[in-house]
């Protein structure tokens, strides 16, 4: 009985796993669109540079927690 609870902890552990990898996937794709709409609108404001910055460090930290997320699996 206990090796069929460890299964099935496994099996949901892996399954939100999934989950979560398919939101930062998401996640990711918006990042770079906006990314790249900062960078294409580069010369309208300071606004849009600080943004850009932003976007750089936040799509970073997510690639990072994907590659995290990789290995774990």
Known sequence: MRIILYYIDMENT???LIKLE???T???????????????????GQE???ICSILEVVLE???E???T???LM
Do not use: H, R
């Open 69 to 71: 997320i990789d290995s």
């Open 48 to 50: 849009v540079v600080a």
């Open 65 to 67: 927690l994907a590659d």
């Open 22 to 24: 398919e939101k930062i």
């Open 26 to 44: 998401l996640s990711l794709d918006l990042l770079e669109v906006a990314k790249g709409y900062c960078e294409y609108n580069f010369d309208k």
């Open 14 to 16: 892996l399954n939100n």
């Open 61 to 63: 930290a997510q690639k």
